[in-house]
């Protein structure tokens, strides 16, 4: 992964982009060197009144300093476009790592700290890229090129002025030594804090009704307590290299005038010398003093870069595999084990043949292993143990692709994206026709309520679905998966937040799907939804315990019988409850 990486730096459509800044780089010591060489050119031509050499020179100078302003332009230029190109394919290949990550990684991860890393650390290398990549190579190039052309002005002064660059280079790195891991705890509390962002936004209802708001404000704050703190520390470290940098930055000109001053005068340098060694003073301090900030930052880039590279180092979900079924039933689980944590077993030896045309609904206590069927049927995770047939072949050996266009799935939290609601559904299909839509959004019973909203199919839906009810939600949701029209249908508590007339439609629509030859599978907690399956399946702690129809398990299975008792107590609580309280108004 850190090879795929390192590719998107350094692949042959934009590297020329590199080349070229680092060699105006380059050419721009060239250029400053040259500068002091007729710079001291001048001024001799000056000292000895020869007019028409002075002039020359001088226009030498202009084309000089012209050359190196266009030098400056492309170095930036180049530089820039690079670091865009290179952060527009890092940032293709990260998005799509995300869709390729495992779930098990995605569930354990908050979603807070992948936009973080996505957004601020990809951001901290691309500005490290543009504006300071290029310095790391001007900088000591144009030291070593200035600090040689002094020494031919004149060592002895070259020492006295630069004796103290040494300590105060070595000082400066070390101070600038822990910059890297402040940086990274500085980003991993702004991850939390971008995460505690959004759980108050996906979370606001909860949130408001249960007066969580303080204590959703208490966790903001410590997380930006602890991310203060950190870039305290990160400023602290960067305000104490700053005296070292005035040092450097004062002194070296003041013993360079001084001792400079008094070797001229005692004629061990000439006076064009002596300005030509106050200007070339600077191209060896200037790197002196950047370098050590230079080093902080690339330091600083190195920890963004290495939790960008953790990203793309998470696991994957499997590619490749097979197309194509080979007949048989639509689904056969065969001794079915999983687990979560490789330990205790969510599911523990499930078998269970889905026929076609027919309508299965699995019944069970929280916790007991219904959505994680699902979850395997899908192939979001991998089962452990046994074996799953998709039309006669094994899960295993079909790609994700080929397993999941043989599914409509209606989850139990529907989601929406921020789009129209005809483009919602058509997200199933996205070159469905406009009647198809329609058509689907009847069979789900949704077009009615639809066509009440005051754009009809073009309404655009809130983010997550939020302007419209949980009913409505489920609806949208059971219309894209009619309108994919996969052979099997699975429907996770589809019917949770219908009332009592849309949930009859809706089971209209599950005995039309199955008469059509569609297989049907139904996490249910309603009875209703039992009393129409062709097959109950009853799950109790990942264990299938029992499988028949509803009046068989009524008389044969006494857990579904206390389910069905619990159920009917629930459903029948509130009327009678009402009819309670009446009576003693």
Known sequence: MQTRISSVFFSGGKAWLLGLG???ALALVAVEMGLAYYIQQSMIRAFLNEKEALIRTLYILIAIVLAGSALKFGEKYWLGRYAAMTMHEARSL???????????????RHSGDWLSRLSNDASAVQQFIASDLCQLVYQPLVFAAAFSYLLLLDWQLVLICCAIIPPAVFLGLNISRPLGEIHRRTQEELSRYNALVQETIDGSVVIKSHNMQSFMQDRAEGALR??????????????????VEAVLRVLPFVLCILAGGYRTLAG?????ELLVFIYLINFVVQPSVMMPQLIARYRQTAASLERIAELMAEPEERTGGETGTSGGHPL???HVRFS??????????????????????????SGSGKSTL???????????????????KQLKALSLKEIRSRFSVVPQDTYLFPASIEDNIKVAKPDAAPDEVRGAARRANAHDFIMQLKDGYKTRVADGGASLSGGQRQRIALAR?????????????AASALDNESEMKLYRALSDLAAAGKTVIIIAHRLSVCELADEVIVMKKGRKIAGGSHRELLSMVAEYARMHGLREAAASFAPAAADKERAEC
């Open 22 to 24: 680092i060699l105006a």
């Open 94 to 108: 990260l998005a799509g790592k995300t869709q390729r990550i495992t779930m098990r990684r995605l569930e354990e």
């Open 226 to 243: 602890r991310w203060l703190q950190h870039t305290t520390g990160l400023e602290k470290r960067r305000m104490l290299i700053g005296p």
């Open 268 to 272: 061990h340098m000439s006076p064009d």
């Open 332 to 334: 056969v689980l065969q």
């Open 340 to 365: 979560y944590d490789g330990e205790s077993a969510a599911l523990e030896d499930v078998s269970q043949t889905f026929e076609a045309g027919k309508i299965y609904a699995i019944v069970g206590e």
């Open 374 to 392: 699902f979850k395997l049927l899908t192939g979001l995770y991998d089962y452990d143990q046994g074996d799953i047939l998709l039309f006669g």
């Open 481 to 493: 998966a009619i309108l994919k029209d996969a052979p099997i249908f699975l429907l996770d508590e």
